[in-house]
Every structure is written in C-alpha cells, then in structure tokens.
C-alpha cells in the first residue's frame, strides 16, 4: 500500500519549452504533496509544499512562476517546468502524505523524474 | 531550526563487513526518525523508522534506535553485501508541525567491494 507514481520517468527537452511532470498516488487520497529537487551527488532540497485545493507553498528562493504546482485532486499533483533551462535540468521527486494512519504519519515518494533540457 | 547530520561518505566496506553510519539530530519536541535508501537512478525507499525514543527500528539487517539522549539514530548492519551498494538518507518529520516536512541529511554514500 501507500503506492506512489510519476510521470514521466525521464523527459528531454529543448530550451524555451515547457515540461509537465504528474505525481500520483495510487491507492490512497494524498491531501499533501511536496516536490523535491535532488543534483547529482546531493541530498534532496524541497521546493514546495501543495495542499489539495489550494496554492503551494514554496521553499525560499524558488521560483513560483518558474516551477507552476497544482494539486488538483486528492490523487494528484503536477510541477511545470516553464520555459525550461539546462540550469533547470536535474532529477525531481515528489511525495504524498495522506489524512490519516500510516499515510499520515509518513511521506511515500515517487519514483523520480529525470529531467534534461538540451 | 531543526536538522540532521550525517557522517560524509563516501563509505567503502568489503563484503559482509560491518556498517555504521552516523546520524544525529537537532530538534524541539517529539520528531520521528527515518533511514531512507536511494539506489542509482532510483526514488527513495523507506529502510526503516522509529516515532519514539528508544523505539528500534529494523528492516532487511538494518537496524537503528532513536536514542533522545544523545539525538542520533545511527544506522548499523553486522554484515554488508554488494547489493546494499547505495546511498543513506537520516530525516527527520514531525507528524503535527510544519505541514509534515521531512528534513534530510545531506546523505552517505556506500560503496560495498566483493
């Protein structure tokens, strides 16, 4: 149980655009959702903080409308990358956290995905 | 604030050699204490955890106990194989504050020779 998913696994991409990544948990309702940024060698450095229904709370020094969150469901969460950089490029984590239980007490992460902006 | 120190890696054993890394914490209140495991290229997996003092913890040979009065929950397996290759993350969450953040250590990195 307490499954959580990310979509997609690995993404290029070209400078300029823009790249949606989903984070979903499987089998159980994720009222909280965060979204990590790890670099090679580096432990994971949180980004923000998305509660279903309402705006994310980001982590000081990242950029809001750089990295657009929405949690839109209690199932899911998405991080778009706007007009993406290759000082953008790195591996993104996300996890859930539910309402009550085993789900509450912990965070499940997803599997990671692996961005390269060319 | 609150944070989590972890011994630097990286950590290089020979098989079925005996693991410790440290890791030690500063914390107001009541924190839960976690090993988290990333293999290359992977997410984070849960290794174990313990929610109170003098709770054990244990998984897969893994062992570590959250000791309050010295506020450190090192992680120690008797004997290392290849496959355990990977790198160590100590965090800590507390449950009813700050929205559930996890707070991370900077990570030890284990190396395991055959």
């Known amino acids: 149980g307490a499954v959580v998913s990310q979509h997609p696994s690995w993404v290029i991409c070209k400078s300029g655009t823009s790249v949606k990544i989903e984070c979903r948990s499987l089998?159980?309702?994720?009222?909280?959702m965060f979204w990590y940024r790890q670099f090679p060698k580096q432990s994971l450095m949180l980004m923000a903080t998305?509660?279903?229904?309402?705006?994310?709370?980001?982590e000081q020094g990242v950029e809001k409308d750089k990295f657009l969150i929405n949690h839109a469901s209690l199932t899911l969460s998405t991080l778009t990358v706007t007009s993406a950089h290759p000082e953008d490029s790195s591996f993104y984590i996300c996890?859930?956290?539910?309402?009550?239980?085993?789900?509450?007490?912990?965070?499940?992460f997803g599997p990671g995905t692996r961005l390269t902006v060319l | 604030g609150d944070s989590v120190t972890q011994m630097e890696g990286p950590v290089t054993l020979s098989e079925e050699a005996f693991l410790t890394i440290n890791c030690t914490y500063t914390?107001?209140?009541?924190?839960?204490l976690f090993w988290y495991v990333q293999y290359p290229g992977e997410g984070l997996q849960l290794l174990l955890k313990?929610?109170?003092?003098?709770d054990k913890g244990s998984n897969k040979g893994f062992e570590a106990t959250y000791r309050k009065e010295t506020t450190s929950f090192h992680l120690e397996k008797g004997s290392v194989q290849v496959s355990d290759s990977a790198v160590y993350f100590c965090?800590?969450?507390?449950?009813?504050?700050?929205?559930?953040?996890?707070?991370f250590g900077q990570g030890t990195e284990l190396s395991v020779k055959p």
């Open positions: 996890s859930a956290r539910g309402t009550s239980g085993r789900e509450y007490n912990e965070q499940f």
């Open positions: 998305s509660n279903e229904g309402s705006k994310a709370t980001y």
């Open positions: 313990a929610t109170k003092a003098d």
């Open positions: 914390a107001t209140g009541y924190p839960s």
């Open positions: 089998d159980f309702q994720a009222t909280t």
């Open positions: 965090a800590l969450l507390k449950v009813y504050n700050q929205g559930g953040k996890l707070i």
